[in-house]
């Protein structure tokens, strides 16, 4: 699409959405037999599997941590996932969106329980259409669920952008090509942020409003990741809301 003149028209986005609205999102847990965990998840325009294996044994061996499991992240665009086709294998992008996820879930996950193992996560973008990195953060924290790994709570993820001067949450593909500030955010349910990225420029005020409009999405998320892992398990009380 060439640039449109406005990407918000009487506070109204090009795809209908108010400006603190979320797209539509759409969880389901436990869609892969071979995996110990998985996650489908839709956002937007995206589509995104997340599969997770593990606890397993380390290989190679010299991997191992003696006090705890090692937690491996591969995010992966499939060719097809793009409009101009995506080069098969690791790039920088890649290299750098699996270490900020991997870094974003390790806080929950209780590694110490594990030791000389490996937990891997493997998130696959099959269709994307901006914020990808957090949708796989999203899926991937409930495949780590759903495969049993114990974890202090979930992690959920979303962006907030500038677009025509206006902060908006969860930017789409046209609004994060013409838009001015990109910020993906991810939180786990003791509010503790742990991944905060941006591209482009925000003010100082702009980055607190943006933060908070994150933070509230990420709440939002929590409870549809929260919804999916109950449609699949039945209602369950997690150690977070257990301690509250
Ligand atoms: O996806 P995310 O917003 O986390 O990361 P990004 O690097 O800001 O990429 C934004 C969007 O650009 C992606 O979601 C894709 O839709 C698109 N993209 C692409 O078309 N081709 C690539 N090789 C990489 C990204």
Known sequence: MTKPEKLIVDGKRLDGRGLNELRPIRFKAGVLKRADGSCYLEFGGNKVMAAVYGPREVHPRHLQNASRAIVRYRYNMAAFSVEERKRPGPDRRSIEISKVSREALESV????????????????????????????????????????????????????????????????????????????????????????????????????????????????????????????????????????
């Open 109 to 244: 996950i209780m590694q110490e329980l594990y030791p000389r193992s490996a937990i891997d996560i493997f998130v696959e973008i099959l269709q994307a259409d901006a914020g990808t990195r957090v949708a796989g953060i999203n899926a991937a924290s409930v495949a780590l669920a759903d495969a049993g790994i114990p974890m202090r709570c979930l992690v959920s993820a979303c962006a907030v952008g500038k677009v025509d001067g206006e902060l908006v949450l969860d930017l789409n593909k046209d609004e994060d090509n013409y838009g001015q500030a990109d910020l993906p955010v991810a939180m786990n349910q003791f509010g503790e942020i742990t991944l905060c990225q941006m591209d482009g420029h925000m003010t100082e005020e702009e980055f607190g409003r943006a933060l908070d409009m994150a933070i509230e999405g990420c709440k939002k998320l929590h409870q549809m990741q929260r919804q999916a892992l109950i449609e699949k398990y039945g209602e369950m009380v997690s150690p977070a809301e257990e301690a509250h």
